[in-house]
């Protein structure tokens, strides 16, 4: 269910405003322990999406690092090669 956050620090170009909606999603669907929220629990669920995002950015804008920033496309192959080595298509 969580497969979606991924590391959103220091990249170029930096986190965009979906992908951290994106992450924050993914975390309230794993603490609820639900996809999609009955219609009783809709506000909360998405106000806790949308305050998530929020501090999520904010944390984000905070963060300092004196690392060159990563290149989304190597980090992604990279990923498809552990992926590709640990699930035995390679």
């Not at 959103?8 to 979906?18: C, G, I, Q, V, Y």
């Not at 951290?20 to 999406?49: D, M």
Request: proline share 3%; with cysteine; aromatic share 4%.
């Amino acid at each position: 269910m969580c497969r979606n956050i991924h590391t959103l620090h220091n990249f170029e170009p930096r986190a965009t405003s979906a992908e951290v909606e994106a992450a924050a999603l993914q975390y309230v669907r794993k603490i609820s322990g639900t996809t999609k929220p009955s219609k009783v629990n809709e506000e909360a669920f998405a106000e806790a999406v949308h305050e998530i995002a929020h501090i999520t950015q904010h944390l984000l804008d905070s963060l300092v690092t004196h690392a060159p920033a990563r290149n989304r496309d190597e980090e992604a192959a990279k990923a498809r090669t552990r992926a590709a080595v640990r699930f035995g298509t390679a």
